[in-house]
């Protein structure tokens, strides 16, 4: 068996006719996890519906964990667990009967089914609302309700679709940790996402999908050199200089916007940022505002493909 | 956490048998925690009896019989029939929402989810159908069925809720939206079930209504019932009524199956 859990070689498919997969070839190493990123409608549920099952493809080799998903189907899904877009339990049911239902569903038998169910429950933090209905949890818990139900079997193999899209920032950062204890377990993960520093964040490598064709892979660092690293803006305040600023600082790479007083200088690290605003300070230098801009998915895109992310109304 | 998972190999007749059992065991769940769907099924059912029996009771002529007992087999067959639309409605909401994917993903039989509903509307219509006769007890309901009639009056409503379900499943699988299956829902049972025997007998309806009205198979159903609880001549309507049941039957569980498994969700 070859190293990589997942392996795509080639893979197409089309709604009616609309191409939405375009040739993919990708591959996750076991134990590490892909960040698949691109706007909506780039094709990444649908790749995600290829692995697990739930879609045939047209053309081309998908393999998980050796096994072929069209061949062998009930193979694979033996050995993955799917976290959808859309929370995937059942609302009427608590949260602990929603546990126990896929337990069984997986053939543990009662009784493993129960004692997972209360394995996941404390892993995931539901405990207190595991006797009620569902459909009475907030955006998070029910996220986090659906992560578990989908690591019942403990899963070589998961499948994340866009596991933070809509939540607010805490209930993001509380399944960030979620992911990443997922990951020290050794499990594979896949990870489709629209946030670039969710994918810099979680993932070991990325890749960008854009119109159903990958259009770079790498790691984070990898693709955001091709992007341009962080930059550090700075208004200067009325009172002083612009251009005594300017001259005080790196003169590499330096953007400036005179009406706005704003310069703007490539920050790698806190170095940078530290040796740019000691300099201006020894000069004297009032700075009105200072702010960090990382790379947004936009601009990686604007970079990769040399257009704009544009909203597409067809399947994602 | 280890990689690595203790799952059974192939699914066999026993895996299949517990992945049904689950399933409705889901399904009969939902019948207690969904209030609003018990209020259809214990309250609606006395509803339309008190109704019919006080409100058509004295304007309808129903020869031999009284009303109150001549209603029984209708306004019954009638719930049943509007009660199966709960399948349609819950296989349409399970499409709608991602639970699906999920129970497709799994290694397991994926089409004992219409099993579950489809048994989950047998329960519930068996509970309707108690709900009723008790009522009809209280209001002058006078049967004659001795025991074994009953259960033959079992297994034909039965039947009947299968057939119906199943039915009603298929169009669950084929609608576009919840509120599409309640409107198609309606607009099919509400005339098959009043164009028939149910509430008035059809010597008085016009001929084309009267002669589909006598032989289409919600009033074989109904006759057939009506004829076991208090007397009417039975004639052929239990073996027809029987056939029609188990014919739909036949029909429509491999057709539910091939439309669950091809149905690409969203």
């Known amino acids: ?206 890749a960008v ?43 590499t790479d330096l953007q400036i916007h005179k009406e706005e007083r704003r310069i703007s200088i490539p920050a790698g690290g806190v170095a940078d940022v530290s040796a740019a605003l000691t300099s201006l300070q020894k000069a004297g230098i009032d700075v009105e505002s200072l702010s960090l801009h990382r790379p ?7 970079t990769l493909t040399g257009k704009e992310v544009t909203e597409e109304e067809t399947k994602s | 956490m280890t990689p690595s998972t203790s799952i059974s190999p192939r699914p066999t007749l026993g895996t299949v048998f517990s992945d049904c059992l689950v399933l409705i065991e889901r399904s009969l769940k939902h019948i207690i925690k969904n209030r609003d769907q018990l209020l259809g099924v214990v309250v609606q059912p006395i509803m339309f009896m008190l109704l019919f029996r006080y409100v058509f009771g004295g304007a309808i002529n129903t020869g031999g019989v009284t009303y109150v007992n001549f209603l029984m087999a209708g306004i019954v067959v009638q719930t049943v029939a509007f ?49 009723m006769v008790l009522v009809g007890f209280l209001v002058g309901f006078n049967p004659v069925a001795t025991f074994a009639e009953w259960l033959m009056i079992a297994g034909i409503l039965v039947l009947f809720t299968l057939a119906m379900s199943w039915l009603a499943a298929i169009m669950g699988l084929l609608a576009r939206s919840v509120e599409a299956v309640q409107w198609v829902g309606f607009m099919a049972i509400f005339p098959l079930t009043f164009a028939s025997s149910a509430f008035v007998p059809t010597d008085g309806m016009p001929y084309f209504l009267r002669v589909f009205a006598e032989n289409q198979p919600v009033t074989q159903v109904i006759e057939a019932v009506r004829a076991l609880m208090v007397g009417t001549p039975i004639g052929s309507h239990g073996w027809i009524a029987t056939v029609w049941c188990v014919g739909f039957i036949i029909l429509a569980v491999p057709l539910a199956f091939y439309l669950f498994r091809t149905k690409a969700v969203r």
């Open chain 1, 209 to 251: 999908l854009d119109h159903g064709v990958i259009i770079a892979e790498g790691t984070a660092k990898e693709l955001k050199s091709r992007v341009g690293n962080e930059r550090l803006e700075l208004i200067i305040g009325e009172r002083s200089n612009l251009e005594e600023a300017i001259k005080v600082l790196p003169n």
């Open chain 2, 83 to 131: 009660g199966s639309l709960t399948t349609s409605l819950s296989v349409a909401t399970d499409l709608t929402r991602g639970i699906i994917d999920r129970f497709k993903s799994l290694p397991m039989a994926s089409g004992a989810v219409l099993v579950g509903h489809v048994v989950a509307d047998v329960v519930r219509n068996a509970i309707s159908t108690l709900v």
């Open chain 1, 296 to 302: 947004t998915l936009d601009e990686v895109f604007l």
């Open chain 1, 1 to 206: 068996m070859s190293d990589n859990a997942i392996e795509i070689k080639g893979l197409t498919k089309s709604f009616k006719k609309v191409k939405v997969l375009e040739g993919i070839n990708l591959s996750v190493e076991r134990g590490t996890m892909l960040a698949l990123l691109g706007p909506n409608g780039a094709g990444k549920t649908t790749t995600v519906r290829i692995l697990s099952t739930l879609l045939k493809p047209d053309a081309g080799e998908v393999r998980v964990n050796g096994f072929d998903v069209v061949g062998q189907a009930d193979e694979v899904r033996r050995t993955i667990g799917l976290t959808g877009q859309y929370a995937a339990v059942d609302e009427l049911l608590t949260g602990r009967e929603n546990l126990i239902m896929m337990g069984r569903l997986y053939h543990l038998g009662i009784a493993r089914a129960k004692s997972r169910a209360e394995e996941l429950l404390t892993q995931f933090d539901l405990t207190d609302a595991a006797d009620r209905a569902a459909k009475t949890y907030s955006g998070g818990m029910r996220r986090r309700l659906d992560l578990a139900a989908s690591l019942v079997a403990i899963p070589p193999v998961l499948f994340l679709d866009e596991p933070t899209t809509g939540l607010d920032p805490r209930s993001r950062i509380t399944m960030w940790n979620v992911i990443r204890g997922l990951m020290d377990s050794g499990a594979t993960i896949l990870l489709t996402t629209q946030y670039l520093e969710e994918a810099d964040k979680l993932a070991d490598r990325i």
